[in-house]
């Protein structure tokens, strides 16, 4: 099964950074990748979709890149809504695979 | 509004078997997958499995042999069963809607289940 790496785990930022966060799959997964954010005692929320579109009502800072093999989630300048923590997965085929999880703290 | 809820008990005894209820409201369980995913106190999201509305399943290979999924369209709800828990099976256990154009876009709130003598 193809394997999602994701880094940091943890990111420390203030308010009006730029973040970036990695994730990495074992195996090339074309553009098949899906970002979500959870806060504490959350479920999960949808951020992105097919490594790039956003979802909707999701703030335009929350942007998505990649292919293959590496990608990334950016968020231009971090609001304090936005700390929580941040997943990638591999989705459409096989096991739907999630990343570890990368925490963005103040 | 998709709505999402589980159910179910919230304490299993080791060696027994975990049952969990998804009952989706506000849409038909047509032509979607429905996952389920768990997440222990403290640590990351673990996928593990979904099924489609003609029963067509795929599992985590990790709990493949101890987890089956079913679904009865006719009353929208989707069943988790997860034999010979232990603790390491104590976790948040969530349904999600899923498609394989964009993945889980709805989620239930979650239930939380201990595995404990």
């Known amino acids: 099964d193809i394997q999602m790496t994701q880094s940091p785990s943890t990111l420390s930022a203030s308010v009006g950074d730029r973040v970036i966060i990695t994730c990495r799959a074992s195996?090339?997964?074309?553009?098949?990748l899906a970002w979500y954010q959870q806060k504490p005692g959350k479920a999960p929320k949808l951020l992105i979709h097919?490594?790039?579109s956003l979802e909707g009502g999701i703030p335009s800072r929350f942007s998505g890149s990649g292919s293959g093999t590496e990608f990334t989630l950016t968020i231009s300048s971090l609001q304090p809504d936005d700390f929580a923590t941040y997943y990638c997965q591999r989705y459409n085929s096989d096991s739907w695979t999630f990343g570890q999880g990368t925490k963005v703290e103040i | 509004q998709v709505q999402l809820q589980e159910s179910g008990p919230g304490l299993v005894k080791p060696s027994e078997t975990l049952s969990l209820t998804c009952t989706v409201s506000g849409g038909y369980i047509g032509s979607f997958y429905w996952n389920w995913i768990r997440q222990p106190a403290g640590k990351g999201l673990e996928w593990i499995g979904r099924i489609y509305e003609n029963g067509n399943t795929k599992y985590n290979p990790s709990l493949e042999g101890r987890v089956t999924m079913s679904v009865e369209t006719s009353k929208n709800q989707i069943f988790l069963n997860l034999k010979s828990v232990t603790a390491a099976d104590t976790a948040v256990y969530y349904c999600a809607r899923g498609s394989v154009l964009v993945g889980l876009d709805y989620w239930g709130q979650g239930t939380r289940v201990s595995v404990s003598s």
């Open positions: 097919k490594a790039s």
């Open positions: 195996q090339s997964i074309s553009t098949w």
